[in-house]
């Protein structure tokens, strides 16, 4: 990893970081294809965690824990639960509607699956490499950025978020402008677990607010299916 190209090294990074989402969804898809199954998110993410270790590992020379694979000064708190509540609320006009629709397709995941896919792989998997990868890459810029309040977003910070962000335009096909909700929301949880990894050194946090923003999520959905059965139910009866 060469500090010293600065601004020049930017384009390398997003080139490395997008040619290892683009193999990893094409691996996945290849996958599916030969064995007759729909996208499996857990083929797609484990070949983006193999190949950003393996960059990482690559361009450290095996020095792993200058990309966050440490715990830093990275403490528990309490206080990080707090990262499920924004996409818990946002979830919140699906418990106040009236109907609920069970999700379809690649969203069609018993909770089983969603712990195992969303909660857990998928955290690990993209932070590796947008916190991990690209962010640490960019480190020698973060005196660049700006300041939101008492929190300061550094241009590695944001690249990392913003490139995460990007990684959900693959759900434009299927939601159209439902989509941009997503990319604004998936861009702050960037530059909040990028502050954290920023500030302890660690992918750590990173990892445990990622994760808690989709169990918030998982959450409301849950929530509002299970409303709607209820209400269902009652109609069935009164009919």
């Known amino acids: 990893m060469n500090e010293s190209w600065g601004v020049l090294w930017i ?4 080139f490395l970081a997008g040619a290892i989402a683009v193999l990893s ?3 996945a898809r290849l996958w599916a294809r030969r064995h007759d199954r729909p996208v499996n998110s857990l083929v797609t993410h484990g070949v983006m965690a193999a190949l950003s270790l393996a960059a990482m590992a690559g361009l450290s020379q095996g020095e792993l824990a200058a990309f966050g694979l440490a715990v830093g000064t990275f403490r528990w708190s309490f206080l990080l639960l707090i990262w499920a509540v924004p996409t818990f609320v946002l979830g919140l006009p699906q418990l106040l509607g009236r109907r609920h629709r069970a999700p379809e397709g690649p969203f069609s995941l018993s909770p089983g699956q969603t712990i195992l896919r969303v909660w857990l792989v ?7 490499l947008t916190r991990g990868l690209i962010q640490t890459s960019l480190a020698s810029l973060s005196e660049v ?8 977003v ?8 913003a490139a995460f962000s990007a990684m959900h335009l693959v759900l434009v096909k299927r939601m159209g402008v439902r989509t941009f909700p ?13 502050i954290y990894r920023e500030a302890t050194g660690s992918l750590v946090p990173a990892v445990l607010v990622h994760g808690l923003f989709n169990i918030g999520g ?9 409303l709607g059965s209820r209400r269902h139910g ?5 009919g």
């Open 182 to 194: 997503i990319l604004v929301v998936t861009l702050f949880l960037g530059c909040v677990a990028g």
């Open 25 to 27: 969804l094409g691996v």
């Open 122 to 128: 998928a955290s690990v998997a993209e932070e590796l």
């Open 218 to 226: 998982s959450l409301a959905s849950w929530t509002a299916a299970a």
């Open 234 to 238: 009652r109609r069935k009866e009164e």
């Open 154 to 161: 550094s241009l590695p910070v944001l690249a990392g978020a």
């Open 145 to 152: 950025g700006f300041s939101v309040g008492a929190h300061f």
């Open 11 to 14: 384009p390398w990074v997003l």
